[in-house]
């Protein structure tokens, strides 16, 4: 017989009768696995005993550290839960012990952590060349000891992921497309945006034409350098510079016009202004990008060209907020945000268009821009411009453009101050000769 040996006697006969008494086999209790839990999180476990016919059935339950958790009885029958309450961030382990001195026992281990209360990721999307560099995006999780971080991405065929705790590589792959990263951590979720374009950064220089392209869905960093004014004899004046991020949800055409320089009265190409003689300079282009429809009222960014000089005195720098000016002699001014610059005998600018020297005056062209700079002996700078939410109503009535294709981290720097150069190897205080415009995806 198994179990303990219990003596006692009949009444019906003096001889000694052992009875007995079945002990606990096995132990069980659900959950059995690991544990995680929040700060304040309660939860139940409940214990299974084997044999069921065993003698004693009672479940004595013990918390390794009852400052982290507590059990809400120390014993209970079998088949009956008991409660765990989670006090504060550590581990404990939770035991249930049968009470019939068998030595049968299950546990499990319990980390609890406070609750997540935040979660961010550094990156909402990111553009990334097919087949090309991975990118890596981090997770900012409150409280910061949380570093199980969960990821996962919605396509593999265009990306694959290396998860580790709080940051996660992404790898594009050979297909084009768009697929969602996403990070859990508890009940928080974030998430980024994967582009994998079959697109690298393009530098676009002059060619007197528009230029054009499809971008796929992603985001750009787009970056414009105004032309430098014609001259002759003086300087004409340095183009200016425009950069920001451009977001598209879906794949856009998008319009590339270079402005060019020029060494006759003739403007440069992209609006920039004639002179009314052949002894006089002709205005820079202004350098702008248009999305979706080939139209000045489609301009996302624009950088504006020089004013056109002669003999001494020098043109207007390309904007910027605003052309250059130039005060000596007849004065010639720089457009703005909102209107073009007055020049001499009437040589005003235009919107996207420098001022015209007037016939039988003695005029440079002024520099093409946003809005154009007035010609004169020096003529105005046309003005640069970047379409955000606070510039939007600079827009003259006939607008192309809406908010999905407002540029951020944009600004528009005028041709006397320090900029990036073309080529990335540093700056360059204004922009000499024809302008540039350069496209590049932005991880």
Request: aromatic share 4%; net charge positive; with cysteine.
């Given at each position: 017989m198994a179990g303990n040996q219990v003596s006692s006697k009949s009444s019906a006969s003096p001889a000694l009768i052992k009875t007995a008494?079945?002990?606990?086999?096995?132990?069980?209790?659900?959950?059995?696995?690991?544990?995680?839990k929040n700060v304040g999180q309660t939860f139940t476990i409940t214990p299974t005993i084997s044999?069921?016919?065993?003698?004693?059935?009672?479940?004595?339950?013990?918390?390794?550290?009852?400052?982290?958790?507590?059990?809400?009885?120390?014993?209970?029958a079998s088949g009956t839960a008991i409660t765990v309450t989670c006090k504060a961030a550590g581990s404990a382990t939770i035991t249930a012990t049968a009470a019939d001195g068998s030595g049968?026992?299950?546990s499990l281990s319990l980390t609890v952590i406070n609750p997540v209360t935040a979660l961010s990721l550094n990156k909402n999307q990111t553009t990334l060349q097919k087949s090309g560099a991975s990118t890596t995006v981090t997770a900012t999780v409150t409280p910061s000891s949380y570093t199980n971080v969960e990821w996962s991405i919605s396509n593999t065929s265009i990306a694959t992921i290396t998860p580790n705790g709080t940051t996660c590589t992404i790898k594009p792959t050979s297909t084009t497309g768009t697929a969602t990263l996403t990070a859990k951590a508890g009940s928080k979720t974030a998430t980024c945006t994967v582009n994998v374009v079959n697109f690298t950064t393009t530098t676009y220089s002059y060619t007197g034409s528009v230029q054009s392209v499809t971008l796929p869905a992603g985001t750009y960093k787009?970056?414009?350098?105004?032309?430098?004014g014609g001259s002759n004899g003086g300087i004409g004046g340095k183009g200016g510079y425009s950069v920001g991020i451009l977001t598209l949800s879906n794949n856009e055409t998008v319009y590339v016009y270079v402005g060019g320089t020029t060494?006759?009265?003739t403007g440069g190409f992209n609006g920039g202004g004639t002179a009314s003689s052949s002894d006089r300079g002709g205005g820079g282009g202004s350098t702008d990008i248009r999305i979706g429809t080939d139209s000045l009222y489609a301009r996302v960014i624009v950088a504006g060209?020089?004013?056109?000089?002669?003999?001494?005195?020098?043109?207007?720098?390309?904007?910027?907020?605003?052309?250059?000016?130039?005060?000596?002699?007849?004065?010639?001014?720089?457009?703005?945000?909102?209107?073009?610059?007055?020049?001499?005998?009437?040589?005003?600018g235009g919107f996207g268009i420098g001022g015209n020297g007037k016939s039988g005056s003695t005029v440079n062209g002024g520099g093409s821009g946003w809005y154009g700079g007035g010609g004169s002996n020096g003529s105005g700078g046309g003005s640069g411009y970047v379409y955000t939410s606070s510039s939007a109503s600079n827009y003259p009535s006939g607008c192309l453009l809406n908010s999905l294709y407002y540029l951020t981290s944009a600004q528009t720097i005028a041709g006397n101050t320090s900029f990036p150069n073309v080529a990335g190897t540093g700056?360059?205080?204004?922009?000499?000769?024809?302008?540039?415009?350069?496209?590049?995806?932005?991880?």
């Open positions: 008494t079945q002990l606990v086999t096995s132990m069980s209790i659900s959950p059995n696995a690991a544990q995680t044999p069921s016919n065993a003698n004693n059935k009672n479940v004595n339950w013990t918390s390794s550290n009852t400052a982290v958790a507590t059990v809400s009885k120390a014993s209970t049968k026992s299950a787009l970056e414009c350098w105004g032309a430098q060494t006759s009265k060209g020089g004013g056109g000089a002669y003999n001494s005195v020098g043109g207007g720098f390309g904007g910027g907020i605003e052309g250059g000016t130039v005060t000596s002699g007849c004065q010639g001014y720089g457009g703005t945000q909102t209107s073009s610059g007055t020049g001499h005998c009437n040589s005003g700056n360059e205080t204004g922009h000499s000769g024809n302008g540039a415009a350069k496209i590049t995806p932005v991880n």
